[in-house]
């Protein structure tokens, strides 16, 4: 199973961007999916997640109401929109596929992890 991450950038204060996974291998149907991200000097932290089924969602606290997890099962990819962008957003965002059906927000609950796609969010 590989992931790769993609759509990070530079963006300003308020603006937008989606970023997409792209899962190679087998069974992204039937497993979790999550995003996480890490700021310069931080631990990595949970983002968002959504289950096997794209029935369950759950996000942080930090970005709940402003960001989305989706899942398109035709192409195998995961996407996380990420709307009214805070400069505390600024981080390397990861992409993961958890070791479980259900959502999950512990990392311990995830077996594989993308390269990361960097985030910047100016002021």
């Known amino acids: 199973v590989q992931l790769q991450a993609s759509g990070g950038g530079l963006v300003e204060a308020g603006g937008s961007l989606r970023l997409s996974c792209q899962v190679s291998?087998?069974?992204?149907?039937?497993?979790?999916m999550g995003w996480f991200r890490q700021a310069p000097g931080k631990e990595r932290e949970f983002v968002a997640t959504?289950?096997?089924?794209?029935?369950?969602?759950y996000y942080a606290d930090s970005v709940k109401g402003r960001f989305v997890i989706s899942r398109d099962y035709a192409k195998s990819t995961v996407h996380l929109q990420m709307n009214s962008l805070k400069p505390e957003d600024t981080a390397t965002y990861y992409c993961?596929?958890?070791?479980?059906?259900?959502?999950?927000?512990?990392?311990?609950?995830?077996?594989?992890w993308g390269q990361g796609t960097l985030v910047t969010v100016s002021s």
């Open positions: 993961a596929r958890a070791a479980v059906r259900s959502i999950a927000t512990n990392r311990d609950n995830y077996a594989y």
């Open positions: 291998g087998r069974t992204l149907n039937m497993y979790g």
């Open positions: 959504i289950s096997g089924n794209g029935g369950s969602t």
